[in-house]
């Protein structure tokens, strides 16, 4: 194994998803390093949101191994998943409109409520939660409910969180302080794999990048190889990703 094998949390090796009797992945190597943030990037339908599902269990991989932390979890179902550290926030969201904002979290917490540092640190990372605490989630503009469904992900204790585009159809503002606040949990060493498809916000907080197409990894490298050469972002990502659209 690699020297990025040796520090990778989470690694998947050959994994092969299929959903009905369509084959989505096509063999994905991939790895998440220790206390780092992995940008996944690709074209719309390459497979980023498929591979956060198989990770967690959602869809069966039908070939390959999921190792995390030397454990294979492939075989396992989501909540044994979700036990073992692993956190993800979909695309969309999870959260509960009619609930208040602490509803909402409450209901990602163990049954004895708060753990307080959880809390603290939360609330320190997304001001605009203590804000809203008793109002009714679906009252939150579109960056808090992404803040809130961050939030929830961290309100326990995690090893890895898996990310969905949390910047989709967010105003240019709102992009700005979910950066700030990806930027602070990366800062205490959470070790982050982040779909994205804002190239601007992926070098923002990348690390490492890996780049889909069509069911398969086709690029990993370091983030800041390829955010310093627009050639290659071209190449991989065609135009729409390296406009930072
Ligand atoms: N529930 C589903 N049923 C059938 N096809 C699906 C389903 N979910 C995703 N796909 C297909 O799988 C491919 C990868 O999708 P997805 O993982 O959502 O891509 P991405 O997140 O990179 O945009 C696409 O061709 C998509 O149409
Ligand atoms: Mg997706």
């Known amino acids: 194994m690699s020297v990025a094998g040796d520090k990778a949390l989470l690694l998947l ?4 998803t299929d959903i009905g009797r369509y084959r989505i992945l096509h063999g994905v190597n991939l790895t998440a390093r220790r206390g780092r943030v992995t940008a996944l ?7 980023k949101t498929t591979t956060l599902r198989t990770i967690m269990g959602l869809w069966k991989a039908r070939a390959g191994r999921i190792i995390f932390d030397g454990q294979s979890i492939a075989a396992m179902d989501t909540p044994q998943i979700a036990r073992l550290g692993i956190a993800y926030v979909p695309e969309n969201m999870g959260i ?9 979290m409450l209901l990602a917490t163990a049954p004895d409520g708060f753990a307080e540092p959880y809390l603290d640190r939360v609330l320190q990372s997304f001001p605009a939660l203590k804000m809203k605490w008793d109002s009714a989630a679906g009252s939150l503009s579109g960056g808090q409910k992404q803040m809130l469904a961050i939030g929830r992900a961290i309100i326990e204790p995690r090893r890895l969180l898996l990310v969905d585009e949390p910047t989709k159809g967010l105003s240019p503002a709102m992009v700005d302080q979910l950066v700030e606040a990806l930027a602070r949990l990366k800062s205490e060493q959470a070790t982050i794999l982040l779909v994205e498809q804002n190239f601007r916000v992926a070098e923002a907080i990348g690390d490492d990048v890996a780049v889909m197409d069509e069911g398969r990894v086709i690029h990993t490298g370091d983030m800041a190889t390829l955010a310093a050469d627009e050639a290659l972002q071209h190449r991989l990502l065609g135009l729409r990703m390296a406009d930072g659209l």
């Open 41 to 47: 990037l690709g074209r719309n339908g390459a497979g």
């Open 96 to 104: 509960f409109g009619k609930l208040t904002v602490r509803e909402n």
């Open 13 to 16: 090796d050959g994994v092969h």
